[in-house]
């Protein structure tokens, strides 16, 4: 299914779409500690406006990703939190694999040399997806914040780029 996949930069005019797809994430309850998605306005101050990109089949939107500056402070300019979100009705088709892989590419070509993602301990599907992008477990954060009123553990993972010499 990925093989029909058209990778583009996300327009401000998808938000609604994105919304929607970020929202299933959240009802899983295993994407994010978000209990609710932000409006436009704030999602669009926190991610990086060259770095977001939504992946489309049949021309509906059914994925996005982007890329968070994880600092406003010059020395981490270069490092980035990771967001992907995949619509539930195409889930396990490669897509993830796809639009992850595009992101990553063009991440590099803004001057991103890490990537950076917080993912829950149970959310096997995101992991699986980062380790075989090239992400490596740095760390483990116990009991780092509450979702639902119960503590949640997240896995650290980063990526990277190769070309840092």
């Known amino acids: 299914m990925a093989n029909n996949i058209e990778i583009r930069k996300m ?18 309850g295993n994407a994010t500690f978000q209990t609710e998605a932000p409006s436009f306005e704030e999602w669009t101050a926190s991610h990086d406006s060259t770095c977001k990109m939504v992946a489309v089949k049949d021309g509906i939107i059914v994925g996005w990703i982007a890329i968070s500056p994880v600092s406003s402070r010059s020395v981490y300019k270069g490092v980035g939190e990771i967001s992907i ?4 009705q195409v889930k396990n088709k490669g897509i993830g694999t796809v639009l992850f892989s595009k992101l990553i590419e063009e991440s590099e070509k803004q001057g991103y040399w890490t990537l950076q993602s917080s993912i ?21 954060r116990e009991k780092i914040a509450q ?15 190769k070309n840092i010499v």
């Open 11 to 28: 327009l401000d005019t998808d938000w609604s779409r994105v919304k929607g797809i970020y929202l299933e994430g959240i009802a899983t």
């Open 85 to 88: 979100y995949i619509t539930t």
């Open 120 to 140: 829950f301990k149970e959310n096997m599907a995101s992991l699986h997806l980062h380790k075989k992008l090239g992400f490596r477990e740095v760390g483990y």
């Open 147 to 161: 979702h639902h009123g119960v503590w949640r553990d997240v896995i650290l993972l980063e990526r990277r780029s």
